[in-house]
Protein backbone atom coordinates (compact mmCIF):
# COMPACT_ATOMS: atom_id res chain seq x y z
CA UNK A 1 0.00 0.00 0.00
CA UNK A 2 1.26 3.01 -0.86
CA UNK A 3 1.73 5.67 2.12
CA UNK A 4 2.85 8.92 -0.03
CA UNK A 5 1.44 9.80 -3.43
CA UNK A 6 2.51 11.98 -5.48
CA UNK A 7 1.22 12.85 -8.82
CA UNK A 8 2.14 15.43 -11.44
CA UNK A 9 3.44 18.14 -8.62
CA UNK A 10 5.20 20.90 -10.46
CA UNK A 11 6.48 24.02 -8.30
CA UNK A 12 8.33 27.13 -9.89
CA UNK A 13 9.80 30.37 -7.88
CA UNK A 14 9.38 33.19 -10.31
CA UNK A 15 11.44 32.04 -13.19
CA UNK A 16 12.94 28.81 -12.45
CA UNK A 17 10.92 25.31 -12.43
CA UNK A 18 12.24 23.47 -9.19
CA UNK A 19 9.43 20.28 -9.78
CA UNK A 20 8.17 19.79 -13.18
CA UNK A 21 5.20 16.74 -12.75
CA UNK A 22 6.73 14.67 -10.48
CA UNK A 23 4.89 11.55 -9.96
CA UNK A 24 6.25 8.71 -7.17
CA UNK A 25 4.68 6.79 -4.55
CA UNK A 26 6.46 5.36 -1.11
CA UNK A 27 4.92 1.97 -0.06
CA UNK A 28 4.03 1.34 4.06
CA UNK A 29 7.34 0.62 5.88
CA UNK A 30 9.62 1.53 3.12
CA UNK A 31 12.98 3.40 3.80
CA UNK A 32 12.78 5.16 0.20
CA UNK A 33 15.73 7.94 -0.89
CA UNK A 34 15.77 10.97 -2.91
CA UNK A 35 18.85 10.72 -4.68
CA UNK A 36 20.35 14.29 -6.17
CA UNK A 37 22.99 16.92 -6.04
CA UNK A 38 22.11 20.26 -4.63
CA UNK A 39 19.37 22.16 -6.54
CA UNK A 40 17.59 19.15 -7.72
CA UNK A 41 14.83 20.01 -6.14
CA UNK A 42 14.90 17.32 -3.20
CA UNK A 43 14.00 19.94 -0.43
CA UNK A 44 11.01 21.56 -2.71
CA UNK A 45 9.38 18.57 -3.01
CA UNK A 46 9.38 17.45 1.04
CA UNK A 47 8.42 20.82 1.85
CA UNK A 48 5.36 20.28 -0.38
CA UNK A 49 5.00 16.53 1.69
CA UNK A 50 5.31 18.40 4.83
CA UNK A 51 2.48 20.84 4.14
CA UNK A 52 4.86 23.74 4.36
CA UNK A 53 5.07 24.70 0.69
CA UNK A 54 1.49 24.61 -1.89
CA UNK A 55 2.76 22.78 -5.28
CA UNK A 56 1.75 25.28 -8.49
CA UNK A 57 -0.07 21.95 -10.10
CA UNK A 58 -0.84 18.47 -9.34
CA UNK A 59 -1.38 16.68 -5.70
CA UNK A 60 0.31 15.00 -2.91
CA UNK A 61 -1.12 12.54 -0.08
CA UNK A 62 0.46 11.17 2.96
CA UNK A 63 -1.88 8.12 4.20
CA UNK A 64 -4.59 9.07 1.92
CA UNK A 65 -4.57 13.11 3.54
CA UNK A 66 -4.17 15.69 0.99
CA UNK A 67 -1.40 18.26 1.92
CA UNK A 68 -3.15 20.92 1.08
CA UNK A 69 -6.92 20.00 1.83
CA UNK A 70 -6.07 18.54 5.01
CA UNK A 71 -3.22 19.60 6.08
CA UNK A 72 -3.83 19.99 10.08
CA UNK A 73 -4.40 15.92 10.19
CA UNK A 74 -0.93 15.29 8.00
CA UNK A 75 1.68 17.43 10.50
CA UNK A 76 0.01 15.53 13.11
CA UNK A 77 1.13 11.81 11.45
CA UNK A 78 4.11 13.05 9.92
CA UNK A 79 7.86 13.98 11.85
CA UNK A 80 9.98 15.97 10.04
CA UNK A 81 13.69 16.84 10.46
CA UNK A 82 14.44 20.29 7.97
CA UNK A 83 18.00 20.80 6.38
CA UNK A 84 18.98 22.87 8.69
CA UNK A 85 19.12 22.81 12.14
CA UNK A 86 15.80 24.31 13.44
CA UNK A 87 14.99 23.64 17.07
CA UNK A 88 15.72 25.94 20.01
CA UNK A 89 19.96 26.74 20.43
CA UNK A 90 18.98 28.09 23.64
CA UNK A 91 16.95 25.37 25.28
CA UNK A 92 18.75 22.54 26.71
CA UNK A 93 18.52 18.92 24.95
CA UNK A 94 16.03 17.85 27.29
CA UNK A 95 14.19 21.28 27.19
CA UNK A 96 13.94 20.74 23.43
CA UNK A 97 12.58 17.05 23.98
CA UNK A 98 9.85 18.47 26.56
CA UNK A 99 8.58 21.21 24.40
CA UNK A 100 7.67 19.31 21.08
CA UNK A 101 6.48 16.45 22.83
CA UNK A 102 4.00 18.80 24.76
CA UNK A 103 3.26 20.28 21.34
CA UNK A 104 2.14 16.91 20.34
CA UNK A 105 0.37 16.57 23.43
CA UNK A 106 2.66 13.31 24.40
CA UNK A 107 5.49 12.66 26.78
CA UNK A 108 9.24 11.77 26.53
CA UNK A 109 8.14 8.62 28.64
CA UNK A 110 5.13 7.47 26.12
CA UNK A 111 7.32 6.97 23.16
CA UNK A 112 10.73 6.45 24.68
CA UNK A 113 11.23 3.01 23.04
CA UNK A 114 11.15 5.26 19.62
CA UNK A 115 14.41 7.17 21.22
CA UNK A 116 16.07 5.09 23.46
CA UNK A 117 18.84 4.11 21.18
CA UNK A 118 19.64 8.04 20.08
CA UNK A 119 18.71 9.25 23.34
CA UNK A 120 21.51 6.88 25.14
CA UNK A 121 24.21 9.02 23.08
CA UNK A 122 22.62 12.29 23.52
CA UNK A 123 21.60 11.64 27.57
CA UNK A 124 25.05 12.93 28.89
CA UNK A 125 24.34 16.50 27.55
CA UNK A 126 20.83 16.29 28.21
CA UNK A 127 21.44 19.74 29.93
CA UNK A 128 23.10 21.43 27.76
CA UNK A 129 22.10 23.77 25.14
CA UNK A 130 21.33 22.31 21.58
CA UNK A 131 23.40 25.39 20.34
CA UNK A 132 26.40 24.21 21.70
CA UNK A 133 26.35 20.75 20.55
CA UNK A 134 28.14 19.05 17.97
CA UNK A 135 27.12 18.33 14.03
CA UNK A 136 26.57 14.87 15.02
CA UNK A 137 24.87 15.60 18.42
CA UNK A 138 22.18 18.47 17.24
CA UNK A 139 21.61 15.46 14.41
CA UNK A 140 20.78 13.16 16.69
CA UNK A 141 18.75 15.18 18.53
CA UNK A 142 16.40 16.76 15.60
CA UNK A 143 15.40 13.00 15.16
CA UNK A 144 14.40 12.52 18.59
CA UNK A 145 12.23 15.56 18.19
CA UNK A 146 10.57 14.28 15.23
CA UNK A 147 10.03 10.98 16.61
CA UNK A 148 8.58 12.00 20.02
CA UNK A 149 4.85 11.83 19.02
CA UNK A 150 5.48 8.23 17.43
CA UNK A 151 4.60 9.58 13.08
CA UNK A 152 3.57 7.24 11.11
CA UNK A 153 5.74 8.40 8.35
CA UNK A 154 9.17 10.19 9.14
CA UNK A 155 10.50 12.95 6.09
CA UNK A 156 14.26 13.69 6.83
CA UNK A 157 15.65 16.28 4.19
CA UNK A 158 19.37 15.48 3.51
CA UNK A 159 19.96 14.73 7.26
CA UNK A 160 23.32 13.56 7.17
CA UNK A 161 25.01 16.94 5.21
CA UNK A 162 28.37 18.09 7.25
CA UNK A 163 28.16 15.43 9.78
CA UNK A 164 31.77 13.49 10.05
CA UNK A 165 31.20 9.56 8.20
CA UNK A 166 30.90 7.64 12.03
CA UNK A 167 27.74 9.86 12.80
CA UNK A 168 26.46 9.67 9.04
CA UNK A 169 26.60 5.57 9.13
CA UNK A 170 25.25 5.83 13.60
CA UNK A 171 22.19 7.65 11.76
CA UNK A 172 21.85 4.98 9.21
CA UNK A 173 21.92 2.35 11.45
CA UNK A 174 19.37 4.08 13.43
CA UNK A 175 16.66 4.95 10.43
CA UNK A 176 16.81 0.87 9.82
CA UNK A 177 15.60 0.52 13.56
CA UNK A 178 13.11 2.91 12.76
CA UNK A 179 11.96 1.04 9.57
CA UNK A 180 12.01 -2.22 11.77
CA UNK A 181 9.27 -0.47 14.00
CA UNK A 182 6.94 -0.05 11.02
CA UNK A 183 7.55 3.84 10.35
CA UNK A 184 7.49 4.49 6.90
CA UNK A 185 11.10 6.60 6.16
CA UNK A 186 11.63 9.29 3.16
CA UNK A 187 15.26 10.32 3.23
CA UNK A 188 16.87 13.00 0.71
CA UNK A 189 20.53 12.72 0.37
CA UNK A 190 23.57 14.22 -1.46
CA UNK A 191 25.34 11.14 -1.03
CA UNK A 192 25.30 8.58 -3.55
CA UNK A 193 26.72 6.14 -1.50
CA UNK A 194 23.98 6.19 0.66
CA UNK A 195 21.71 5.10 -1.92
CA UNK A 196 22.49 1.08 -1.47
CA UNK A 197 21.01 1.99 2.25
CA UNK A 198 17.48 2.45 1.03
CA UNK A 199 14.95 0.01 -0.61
CA UNK A 200 14.43 1.69 -3.07
CA UNK A 201 15.40 4.92 -4.04
CA UNK A 202 14.47 7.97 -6.32
CA UNK A 203 17.07 9.79 -8.85
CA UNK A 204 16.17 13.46 -8.97
CA UNK A 205 18.05 16.20 -11.19
CA UNK A 206 16.89 19.68 -12.24
CA UNK A 207 13.30 19.22 -10.72
CA UNK A 208 12.63 15.99 -12.96
CA UNK A 209 12.86 12.14 -11.85
CA UNK A 210 15.47 10.08 -13.39
CA UNK A 211 14.80 7.19 -12.42
CA UNK A 212 12.91 4.56 -9.50
CA UNK A 213 14.24 1.29 -8.53
CA UNK A 214 15.48 -1.03 -6.35
CA UNK A 215 19.83 0.14 -5.79
CA UNK A 216 21.12 -2.67 -6.66
CA UNK A 217 18.55 -2.89 -9.71
CA UNK A 218 19.62 0.11 -11.04
CA UNK A 219 23.04 -1.33 -11.51
CA UNK A 220 21.78 -4.74 -12.77
CA UNK A 221 20.38 -2.84 -15.47
CA UNK A 222 22.92 -0.30 -16.57
CA UNK A 223 23.60 -0.64 -20.69
CA UNK A 224 26.98 -0.23 -21.33
CA UNK A 225 30.02 -2.03 -20.79
CA UNK A 226 32.18 -0.39 -17.78
CA UNK A 227 36.12 0.06 -17.18
CA UNK A 228 37.58 2.01 -14.71
CA UNK A 229 41.00 3.35 -15.77
CA UNK A 230 43.95 4.63 -14.05
CA UNK A 231 47.19 6.51 -14.63
CA UNK A 232 48.70 9.34 -13.63
CA UNK A 233 48.39 11.21 -16.56
CA UNK A 234 44.41 10.01 -17.84
CA UNK A 235 42.54 13.20 -16.55
CA UNK A 236 44.86 15.43 -18.60
CA UNK A 237 43.60 13.46 -21.62
CA UNK A 238 39.87 13.08 -20.81
CA UNK A 239 38.49 15.16 -24.06
CA UNK A 240 41.10 12.73 -25.85
CA UNK A 241 39.43 9.76 -24.51
CA UNK A 242 36.04 10.77 -24.58
CA UNK A 243 36.78 11.08 -28.60
CA UNK A 244 37.18 7.21 -28.85
CA UNK A 245 34.74 5.37 -31.05
CA UNK A 246 33.33 3.12 -28.68
CA UNK A 247 33.55 6.03 -25.55
CA UNK A 248 29.57 6.44 -24.68
CA UNK A 249 30.74 8.30 -21.70
CA UNK A 250 34.39 8.97 -19.66
CA UNK A 251 34.31 10.80 -16.15
CA UNK A 252 36.68 11.17 -12.79
CA UNK A 253 35.87 8.85 -10.41
CA UNK A 254 37.98 9.42 -7.13
CA UNK A 255 41.77 8.89 -8.62
CA UNK A 256 40.25 6.86 -11.54
CA UNK A 257 38.52 7.43 -15.04
CA UNK A 258 35.39 5.43 -15.46
CA UNK A 259 35.20 5.11 -18.82
CA UNK A 260 31.96 3.23 -20.52
CA UNK A 261 31.76 1.43 -23.74
CA UNK A 262 29.04 0.94 -26.52
CA UNK A 263 30.83 -1.93 -27.82
CA UNK A 264 29.64 -5.26 -25.96
CA UNK A 265 32.95 -7.09 -26.66
CA UNK A 266 35.31 -3.93 -25.75
CA UNK A 267 38.16 -5.51 -23.85
CA UNK A 268 40.37 -3.56 -21.35
CA UNK A 269 43.04 -4.71 -24.04
CA UNK A 270 41.40 -2.58 -26.83
CA UNK A 271 40.99 0.13 -24.43
CA UNK A 272 45.11 0.46 -23.62
CA UNK A 273 44.99 0.14 -27.51
CA UNK A 274 43.22 3.24 -28.04
CA UNK A 275 45.29 4.92 -24.92
CA UNK A 276 48.56 4.20 -26.14
CA UNK A 277 47.83 6.04 -29.76
CA UNK A 278 47.07 8.87 -27.11
CA UNK A 279 50.41 8.88 -25.36
CA UNK A 280 49.56 6.95 -22.23
CA UNK A 281 51.34 4.20 -22.11
CA UNK A 282 50.89 1.07 -18.83
CA UNK A 283 47.83 2.20 -17.41
CA UNK A 284 45.43 -0.29 -15.07
CA UNK A 285 42.37 -1.12 -17.25
CA UNK A 286 39.97 -3.23 -15.73
CA UNK A 287 36.16 -4.13 -16.16
CA UNK A 288 34.11 -2.80 -12.99
CA UNK A 289 30.03 -2.99 -12.25
CA UNK A 290 28.30 0.29 -12.23
CA UNK A 291 27.70 1.91 -9.07
CA UNK A 292 24.54 4.29 -7.98
CA UNK A 293 26.59 7.20 -9.51
CA UNK A 294 27.57 5.54 -12.90
CA UNK A 295 23.52 4.99 -13.40
CA UNK A 296 22.73 8.55 -12.32
CA UNK A 297 25.34 9.77 -14.91
CA UNK A 298 24.62 7.61 -17.26
CA UNK A 299 20.44 8.98 -16.89
CA UNK A 300 21.76 12.57 -17.15
CA UNK A 301 23.55 12.22 -20.23
CA UNK A 302 20.50 10.60 -21.74
Known amino acids: MSV ?3 SNVSKSYATVKALKDITLSVERGELF ?3 GPDGAGKTTLMRILTTLLLPDKGSAQVCELDVVN ?6 NILGYMPGQFSLYQDLSVE ?12 TIE ?14 PFKNRPAGKLSGGMKQKLALSCALIHK ?10 TGVDAVS ?23 YMDEASLCDRVALIQKGEILGVNKPEQFAKEYPYRLFSIEHPDV ?7 RGFNSCKGAYLFGGALHFSSINNNETPEGIINQLSGIGISNPIVKPIDAGIEDCFIQMMEN
Open 4 to 6: IKI
Open 70 to 75: DYRKVR
Open 235 to 241: TLKLNEV
Open 168 to 190: RKEFWGLLRKLKAEGITILVSTA
Open 33 to 35: GLI
Open 110 to 123: ENYHLIEDVYKMLE
Open 95 to 106: ENLKFFAGVFGT
Open 151 to 160: PEVLILDEPT
